[in-house]
């Protein structure tokens, strides 16, 4: 299934769990999230490794207890910046700007677990670290998550790459295989890893035309230059950070504002930072700005209100489904917005996803003039075909996918596939 991700990896001695993630939206009388708390407060764990901050990986960080049976400290990993940008999310929705507030004090607990450091391991880049028996490399990998990971899991002789969630048609997807192949060859010593645990999710989508974020962006400023679509509203998830400056580029070569909330525009500056220091190309984030007060005018914009100088200049302004947004919204709606989705289809098509919908989106989608343009975070046909090329595992384990057996169809080598079902236990 895609949704809900747990792998469990253990030795005679030493327990981790990669992932501890909720369903996509399950229907509350199938949902196995309950079971997975009342595990592992009865289970023996040293660590929980999240590759990324999406919630079907790390939605049941929060139930994960502060020991387990046996009485040791569990800790936590994840990327730093990953684990900032999480920070940043629940420091939002703890205050007032979260909205109704009706799970402030979910979000303190959250955050408060966040920032204890006495509990995190910070993953970096091609870094090596112990827990126990095990020796884990971290590889950085191309995904719609800002800093997500796959793991080279040595122990006892026995090497286990777990991949996570992965692209390479994003900005930073030229990286992953050569950084995967210089680690490999450092830690493995010719020999070849026993497993490779690896996502699919694409597999159940091989007919859907795969654009990379270049692509994207061109794609986008092309629209945005329509005469008709000077004003535009993008709704698309704050920490899918390529698409984000895909969108920002393009609006930046119409010399138009990218305008965003207080809380992107923290996200963002942090993502600017990061992309200065390691020279991520295109992922700059220049001239965006965040909202001011509607009725203040501006020295810096003619002397113009924020919103009197948008609608002069042209815009695109990220919006969302909180009521703060309404206003600003309006305000245009004489001038007939472009509303740009771009996110997955599946929480706005309630005909063909029912189980995955979700209302306030397919609200706000229908409510403008609206153009899906959106691209996948996870791996073609072709990503997953190089993945077992180059880690060259003796087996592989599918996950994250609801297509197990079409593994079979594809080019792998001489890799055995093995199917396991929820629950099921393979040793290696």
């Not at 800002?146 to 090497?159: H, P, S, V």
Request: contains cysteine; charged residues 25%.
């Amino acid at each position: 299934m895609i949704g809900g991700s747990i792998t469990e990896i253990y030795t005679e001695n030493t327990h981790l769990f990669i992932d501890f993630g909720s369903e996509l939206n399950p229907d509350p009388n199938k949902s196995t999230d309950s079971k997975m708390i009342e595990m592992i407060n009865k289970s023996e764990c040293d660590a929980v490794l999240f590759s990324h901050y999406h919630g079907d990986h790390i939605g049941l960080m929060g139930s994960i207890p502060e020991t387990d049976i046996r009485g040791r400290k569990i800790m936590l990993g994840m990327g730093l910046e990953a684990r900032k940008v999480l920070i940043r999310i629940h420091k939002t929705l703890s205050s007032d700007f979260g909205g109704s507030n009706n799970n402030a004090g979910e979000h303190i607990k959250l955050l408060e677990l966040l920032k204890n450091r006495s509990r995190w391991i910070d993953f970096f880049n091609k870094q090596t670290f112990t827990i126990g028996d095990f020796t884990i490399t971290t590889v950085r990998v191309d995904h719609s998550a800002f800093d997500a990971y796959m793991f080279i899991i040595q122990a006892e002789g026995k090497t286990i790459v777990h991949t996570g969630d992965y692209r390479t048609h994003g900005r930073m997807g030229e990286r992953l295989f050569p950084d995967l192949k210089e680690v490999l060859d450092t830690v493995m010593d010719g020999k070849q890893p026993d497993i490779l645990i690896t996502e699919g999710t694409m597999l159940e989508r091989t007919t859907e035309k795969v654009m990379n974020e270049v692509e994207l962006e061109t794609e986008a400023e092309r629209i945005l230059s329509l005469p008709e679509n000077k004003y535009a509203f993008l709704l698309c998830s704050s920490t899918n950070v390529e698409s984000l400056a895909s969108f920002c580029n393009a609006a930046k070569s119409l010399k138009r504002p990218f305008i965003v909330n207080s809380y992107v525009f923290s996200q963002i500056k942090a993502y600017r930072k990061v992309a200065v220091r390691e020279k991520l190309k295109g992922l700059e984030f220049k001239k965006v700005y965040p909202f001011e007060n509607m009725d203040t005018p501006n020295e810096k914009l003619d002397g113009l209100t924020q919103p009197e100088y948008m609608k002069k200049h042209g815009f695109v302004m990220m919006v969302g489904t909180s009521n703060d947004y309404i206003p600003r919204m309006e305000y245009f709606r004489d001038g007939d917005p472009l509303l740009i989705y771009s996110m997955w289809h599946g929480y706005i098509d309630k005909k063909n996803h029912p189980d995955t919908y979700n209302e306030a989106y397919g609200k706000l989608y229908e409510s403008w003039r609206h153009i899906g343009l959106h691209t996948s975070g996870h791996a073609t046909v072709e990503d997953i075909e190089k993945m077992i090329s180059v880690v060259c595992a003796k087996k592989i384990i599918p996950i994250h996918t609801t297509k197990k057996n079409d593994f079979e169809g594809l080019n792998t080598g001489n890799s055995a596939i093995e199917i396991l079902n929820d629950g099921d236990v393979l040793e290696v």
